[in-house]
């Protein structure tokens, strides 16, 4: 069965600087990799997808992921991160071989300080 | 990406009580999915809406007590049943399109306590 780690229950960065937000994963067949931003009171809405092709994948909002097969990574980054940024991001998984589940990491709390 | 609303957006219920949360698409799609997100934690699937079948339920959630219905390609609805306190929770409900590849689509989400 296809499982996701988020080994970061919060991110603290200044405004300005660049942002990373870890996810690895565990699938047995190819993996569907996706990245979601939840705002306080809000549903979650779609940042970005790795399915095949490239390995770095840019997304709305400004945010990239970078799809590491070796070890099995699918970190979140940015190069400029804004105080609007902050929220709470969930990493998401889908093994091919178990049809459309689509599986969360426990989420990370990104805190953008001006 | 299609817009999903849910009614209601929040309730207090009393436990022992049931309740029905509605899911609608502005457009026709193949998935549809429901979740749960419990306090200060990440999201579980609970079930696969299908139409015109019965839902395929997750390990952990049985029919009896997360009823779902999807009468056609734009509209679900998802019962909790007999609720208790630990059925305190946003309950989303999500979508699909066609094909092998896609990304799901959220609603903004039920946020439920039971009292």
């Known amino acids: 069965a296809q499982s996701v780690a988020q080994p970061e229950d919060q991110v603290n960065v200044a405004e300005g600087n660049p942002l990373t937000v870890k996810c690895t994963y565990s699938v047995s067949g190819n993996p569907y990799l996706f990245w979601y931003v939840q705002y306080p009171n809000r549903g979650l809405q779609f940042l970005l997808k790795y399915i095949t092709g490239d390995n770095l994948v840019k997304g709305s909002y400004g945010f990239e992921a970078e799809f590491n097969k070796s070890q099995t990574s699918f970190h979140l980054k940015k190069p400029s991160a804004l105080v609007s940024d902050s929220a709470l991001y969930f990493c998401?998984?889908?093994?091919?071989?178990?049809?459309?589940?689509?599986?969360f990491g426990a989420g990370t709390i990104l805190r953008v300080k001006s | 990406s299609a817009v999903i609303s849910q009614k209601p957006s929040r309730d207090i219920c009393q436990r022992g009580t049931s309740l029905t949360i509605q899911c609608q698409v502005d457009?026709?799609?193949?998935?549809m999915f429901w979740y749960r997100q419990q306090p200060g934690q990440s999201l579980t699937l609970i079930a696969t809406a299908n139409q015109g079948s019965e839902a395929t339920y997750e390990s952990g959630f049985v029919i009896d007590k997360f009823p779902i219905s999807r009468p056609n390609l734009t509209f679900s609805t998802l019962t909790v049943s007999n609720m208790s306190p630990e059925d305190s929770s946003i309950y989303l409900c999500?979508?699909?399109?066609?094909?092998?590849?896609?990304?799901?689509?959220f609603g903004p989400g039920t946020r439920l306590t039971v009292t």
């Open positions: 457009s026709q799609v193949t998935m």
């Open positions: 998401a998984v889908r093994d091919d071989r178990y049809g459309n589940k689509l599986v």
């Open positions: 999500s979508v699909g399109s066609a094909g092998a590849l896609y990304e799901q689509y």
